[in-house]
Nanobody, 123 residues
């Protein structure tokens, strides 16, 4: 049984930084795709950053140049380094994983999700 647990959220001033972590357990193989998503109250969940098991990454335009997705060598810990944070980054951030091989993480279904960690950015 796969379990994903996020940590590292908190409250920061605009321009500050946070590093989110997602610990994955319960599966013996490296995930084909892992990703970070976020959802603000009253808005739909959006994809923030994706990483393929081979190391390729993709980011939504609003975070390019500010956020960096990465994972440890074993693929069991996912990170999101968030710099130059803006109030519009305020949301609950979720990590997700998919374990079926694919050549691309674009447009896939994400069967496993964490419970989320809150990020609040104030002016």
């Amino acid at each position: 049984q796969v379990q994903l647990v996020e940590s590292g959220g908190g409250s920061v001033q605009a321009g500050g930084s946070l590093r989110l972590s997602c610990a994955a357990s319960g599966y013996i193989w490296r995930a084909a795709c892992m990703g970070w998503f976020r959802q603000a109250p009253g808005k739909e969940r959006e994809e923030v950053a994706i990483i393929h098991s081979r190391g390729t990454t993709d980011y939504t335009d609003s975070v390019k140049g500010r956020f960096t997705i990465s994972q440890d060598n074993g693929g069991n810990i996912l990170y999101l380094q968030m710099n130059s944070l803006k109030p519009e980054d305020t949301a609950t951030y979720y990590c997700a994983a998919m374990y079926t091989w694919t050549t691309s993480c674009s447009g896939i279904n994400w069967p496993y999700w964490g419970r989320g960690t809150q990020v609040t950015v104030s002016s």
